[in-house]
Antibody
């Protein structure tokens, strides 16, 4: 069965960095576009970034101001998100999600999320 | 950037029909997807491309999209439908925005 498992979250001080990982299994990872989506405590969903199958096309939410970097390793069936210069408002659960139909922007599978807490 | 507007809350009695709206400028020209999220869980896709249902989603869930409003309709509402619901579009000018979400309460 399709599984997405995030890891790498934790407590970090403002200005710090983290690298999140998402391990995929149960499907041909290299065939799918992938995204990261986050959710602040008690708030709604916020799309962060998107990467196509071959990594040639990458998009970010403008609000991130270039602090995050998405990448993937198709040989390892893994998706990554490098978070730099973290701020208090970056606190939340970070989900990786699979785009079920290429170009649809529709996420048919989600991981359970990893919690990032930015606090001094 | 493209903005999606959802009412913060909707309440419905069991067995009745819930209609959750998602407003956006000319949203009828875009493809809308809907997600259900229960507390402490990841979102689940319930409607894609305005009105298609993924396998495993009950026929009680349906969607429509026209003009400036997309609607998720849940017929014969059950207690287990209580959750937050988010609409989302793919918009080439502003990424993949989500609406603010609607909390569905089953009375």
């Amino acid at each position: 069965q399709v599984q997405l498992v995030e890891s790498g979250g934790g407590l970090v001080k403002p200005g710090g960095s983290l690298r999140l990982s998402c391990a995929a299994s149960g499907f041909t990872f290299s065939d799918y576009y992938m995204s990261w989506i986050r959710q602040a405590p008690g708030k709604g969903l916020e799309w962060i970034s998107y990467i196509r199958s071959s990594s040639r096309n990458i998009y970010y939410a403008v609000s991130l101001e270039g602090r995050f970097t998405i990448s993937r390793d198709n040989a390892k069936n893994s998706l990554y998100l490098q978070l730099n210069n973290l701020r208090d408002e970056d606190t939340g659960v970070y989900f990786c999600a699979r785009e079920g139909i290429q170009g649809s922007g529709c996420y048919d599978k989600w991981g359970q999320g990893t919690l990032v807490t930015v606090s001094s | 950037s493209y903005v999606l507007t959802q009412p913060p809350s909707v309440s419905v009695a069991p067995g009745k029909t819930a209609r959750l709206t998602c407003g956006g400028n000319n949203i009828g020209s875009k493809s809308v997807h809907w997600y259900q999220q229960k507390p402490g869980q990841a979102p689940v896709l319930v409607i894609y491309y305005d009105s298609d249902r993924p396998s495993g989603i009950p026929e009680r869930f349906s969607g429509s999209n026209s003009g400036n409003t997309a609607t998720l309709t849940i017929s014969r509402v059950e207690a287990g439908d209580e959750a937050d619901y988010y609409c989302q579009v793919w918009d080439s000018s502003s990424d993949h925005p989500f609406g603010g979400g609607t909390k569905l309460t089953v009375l």
